[in-house]
Nanobody, 124 residues
Framework: QVQLVESGGGLVQAGGSLRLSCAASGRTFSNYAMGWFRQAPGKEREFVVGISRSGSSTNYADSVKGRFTISRDNAENTVWLQMFSLKPEDTAVYYC?????????????????WGQGTQVTVSS
């Protein structure tokens, strides 16, 4: 089992920034690729970004490329999502997830552990 707890969400104006954190506990964190997903009201959960086990490889959705940055520290069992230039369409519940894969795949079904989510609201 891997337990994931997100934090750092909140209300921000368009153009602002937020940094989300995801703290992991349980099994060896470095055995898992990590991903951030988001789900807006009435929409399906969508991939935002993934990071490989080592942190050397990342994979961003086109909608956030150049604005969001994912990073991880395997010694601290934590993955972060730094979000810049936020837009109202970034409003969603953001989830971190762990996958027993090498790379952070966009495939939702690959992720076996999920956090409870943190709300991000961007006002216009």
């Amino acid at each position: 089992q891997v337990q994931l707890v997100e934090s750092g969400g909140g209300l921000v104006q368009a153009g602002g920034s937020l940094r989300l954190s995801c703290a992991a506990s349980g099994r060896t964190f470095s055995n898992y690729a990590m991903g951030w997903f988001r789900q807006a009201p009435g929409k399906e959960r969508e991939f935002v970004v993934g990071i490989s086990r080592s942190g050397s490889s990342t994979n961003y959705a086109d909608s956030v490329k150049g604005r969001f940055t994912i990073s991880r520290d395997n010694a601290e069992n934590t993955v972060w999502l730094q979000m810049f230039s936020l837009k109202p369409e970034d409003t969603a519940v953001y989830y971190c997830a762990a996958a027993p894969t090498i790379f952070g795949t966009p495939r939702l079904s690959a992720y076996t552990y999920w956090g409870q989510g943190t709300q991000v609201t961007v006002s216009s």
